[in-house]
């Protein structure tokens, strides 16, 4: 997914942090989401969680796009022209529908509901991301994570993988990244994350071990979810500090919820996010923007797409400067 708003801000990782206290309930910051529209006469609309100005990153996640249940008879549906990435890996997961996607190393799959597609842009990768002519309903989120800096020009590559459900007293997880519910992915990753869907039956909680070291974001799709004391709402995006070796999930309601967990070691490094792209300095930005204008062979071409590829925004005017990250208490 291309991050498509007209005035794309810099993200940049927020300057104040305060670490979680030792014991006791893990104290739950609730970020709001944001409407977005994907545009075109009929624009898809998608709810966006991170970047923020309040926080940028949740480990190396650094991008939350959340959308659906649409009618794409009404919406629309999705329809992503041939656009870039860089410095980053794009994780798409679905609810319902079905997206056809194409790259520019010649990958032509589709994503469907509990499987992970994992598309690695490194050093450049384009692609494109179509809603089917199977799809009545789409729902689903896509996720971006920066790449560190050793593996940021790493080379373009896509995965596929469908993991196992895990079925607990109380819920049903799906893990596609890390480690969580005594399953691990085999999908390898560039830095510590954990990317997992949990479904919680009604008047139901379940209690993870999570690792200490990891920040948390619970996203939640449907139903509301007690993350530890605090009610998460649809849409709704709980951090949680490093700190807690355990995570309760509570559905108080009538209905099942949905909810998708990410988690990470913080990210260290400065960043500057803008558009699709994902640098250290300005002129990364700068440099990767002109080589799309260009048709750089940095990006490749993505072959099946009837239409013109997007355009990359006018800069801003303005340096995009990354910041320090903030102390660590």
Known sequence: MSDVEAEPREARRGEEDAGEPPGGTPRVEVLAPRDVPLGGPRAMTVRRTLPQRSRTLIGAWCFADHYGPDDVSVTGGMDVAPHPHTGLQTVSWLFSGEIEHRDSLG??????????????????????????????????????????????????????????????????????????????????????????????????SVTLAVDPGFEHGLLVDQGSVRLADTLLRPAELGYVHPGPGTLTLANESDDTARAVLLGGTPFEEEIVMWWNFIGRSHEDIVRARADWQNSSDRFGTVDGYPGERLPAPVLPHATLTPRRNPPRH
């Open 107 to 204: 990958s032509h799959a589709f994503v469907r509901p509990g499987e992970l597609n994992l598309m690695t842009g490194g050093h450049g990768i384009a692609h494109t991301e179509v809603s089917t002519g199977r799809t009545t309903v789409l729902h689903g989120v896509q996720l971006w994570v920066a790449l560190p800096e050793e593996h940021r020009g790493t080379a373009r590559d896509f995965q596929h993988h469908v993991p196992e459900p895990v079925r607990t007293e109380g819920a049903e997880i799906r893990v596609f990244l890390g480690s969580l519910a005594g399953v691990t992915s085999p999908v390898p990753a560039f830095s510590p994350l954990l990317g997992a869907e949990i479904a919680l039956r009604p008047h139901t």
